[in-house]
């Protein structure tokens, strides 16, 4: 059995699942725009410098959903996903995803952006393992607060350990593992399986890519 591990945002998203919903939730009137944008592209640079601190920034996009019940919330994220999400899934990501299926490989989307945003993006890639950062519910609604670890940079090894220790694996069960990525925050999970991907790199990944002869592929 082999294990293909993919990274969402601009992996096999062409462009940020988080981003958008934010932009999502401001086309609906309800976020400020020049507040919440001035405080995601502060997070943003700090999130390709590779100095983003996890959990300031969990505390600033989980605040949202905190501020609306879920009915609410999910019908949102339905509107969120016809006019954000679908133009952002590109022919060569679908097409990548189905060669690992026909394969008969272990699929999983692994992602530090919340499990309530990327929960419905993994289903409409017919994938049903999905690790992302888990936002904290009391009675079904969101509290604004997270779960357990982060899936961010060391994290998502943690997770994925955890999780394999949950079905009684580990990832020396698996004859082979892939892991797609577009960005160097995910250099320590890309450095543990068997064939790394670098995706649409950055600049930081690719040059790292390069020297460690991996594979650099684009699905845009």
Known sequence: MQLALFDLDNT?????????????LISKGLLNEQEHLAKNLAFYEDYKAGRLDIYAFLDFQLKPLSEH??????????????????PM?????RALVEKHRQNGDLLMIITA???????????????DNLIGTTPEEVNGEFTGKVVGTPSFQAGKI?????WLAARGQSLSDFDTTWFYSDSHNDLPLMELVDNPVAVDPDATLKAHAEQAGWPIISLR
């Open 12 to 24: 096999l998203l062409a462009g940020d699942s988080d981003f958008q919903w934010g932009q999502f």
């Open 69 to 86: 019940p879920r009915s609410e919330l999910d019908a949102l994220h339905r509107e969120y996903m016809q006019e954000k999400i679908q």
């Open 89 to 93: 899934i590109t022919e060569k990501a």
């Open 113 to 127: 952006t919340n499990s309530f945003v990327t929960g419905p993006i993994a289903k409409t890639f017919g994938i």
């Open 158 to 162: 943690t997770r994925l350990k955890e």
